[in-house]
């Protein structure tokens, strides 16, 4: 069987940096996309990983990325880069700086990285997972906690659902996933998983969805999340 390949966006620690290990534990072909490569010290050791600058807040740095799709195209595409940004109780709006960084790394950042590797997930009717979260889910809100995370995550439920009517009559399958509560520098300590059975979860739902899927919401065990 052909090696498949995969690009992850966000993939110096964290959830990312576990995508990166368990592919490449896989056979799969990896590049791991890093704002800061030099930094990326646990990841520079993952046998099988190509590492590669890509920073999802600059046009030009996914631009730069997305070269290596060209030559090499891709079976999925994990938009895991993400920022959780003031940790606000109760309803307090962001100041400009904060709101910015969050909304263009969780957000723009998606958008642009979706839109730079589309083509080359078309010639292989490739997936793209969207890293979201439960707390983007509109239905599901019941607290303001973490106000400008939970709008951000909102949104890319949103860049996810259009990306999903735009590019799934073209072959692709586009999925919001849901970590879990993990145990990382954002889950904190007193998180529910390990990233190992967050990735692990979501690398198996990856596996099973297909066109009927396309669009959907969906938790790292597979279960449907209301939108
Ligand atoms: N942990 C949870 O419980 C949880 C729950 C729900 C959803 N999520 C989502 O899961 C994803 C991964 O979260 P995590 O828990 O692994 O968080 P994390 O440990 O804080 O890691 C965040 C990752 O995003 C990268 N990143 C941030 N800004 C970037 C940029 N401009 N360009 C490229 N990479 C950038 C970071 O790179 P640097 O090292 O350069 O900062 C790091 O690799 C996020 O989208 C998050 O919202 C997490």
Redesign the pocket.
């Given at each position: 069987m052909a090696q498949k390949t995969v690009l992850i966006?966000?993939?110096?620690?964290?959830?990312?940096?576990?995508f990166a290990r368990q592919y490449a534990i896989q056979g799969w072909k990896v590049y791991a996309?890093?704002?800061?490569p030099a930094?990326?010290t646990e990841l520079m050791r993952v046998k099988g990983v190509e590492v590669i600058p890509?920073?999802?807040?600059?046009a030009n740095?996914i631009a730069g990325a997305a070269w290596h799709a060209d030559e090499d195209p891709l079976d999925l595409l994990v938009?895991?880069?993400?920022?959780?940004g003031p940790e606000t109780q109760g309803f307090l709006a962001p100041g400009n700086e904060d709101f910015d960084a969050v909304m263009?790394?969780?957000v723009l950042?998606p958008m642009r990285v979706i839109q730079a590797f589309a083509d080359s997930l078309i010639s292989r009717r490739g997936k793209i997972a969207v890293?979201?979260?439960?707390?983007g889910s509109i239905s599901g809100t019941t607290s303001a906690t973490g106000l400008l995370?939970r709008a951000?995550?909102a949104a890319?439920n949103m860049v996810a659902k259009c990306a999903a009517s735009e590019y799934g009559p073209r072959g692709l399958t586009v999925v919001s996933l849901?970590?879990?509560?993990?145990?990382?520098?954002?889950?904190?300590p007193n998180?529910?998983?390990e990233?190992y059975d967050?990735v692990l979860g979501m690398r198996g739902v990856l596996d099973r969805v297909g066109p009927a899927d396309n669009g959907a919401y969906l938790n790292y065990d597979g279960t449907p999340i209301p939108w």
């Open positions: 966006a966000g993939a110096s620690r964290g959830i990312g940096l576990e996309g890093v704002r800061t930094k990326a890509l920073d999802v807040t600059s740095s938009v895991c880069a993400g920022l959780y263009h790394t969780n950042g890293i979201s979260s439960t707390m995370y951000s995550k890319v849901h970590p879990g509560w993990v145990k990382t520098a954002m889950g904190g998180a529910q998983i990233a967050s």
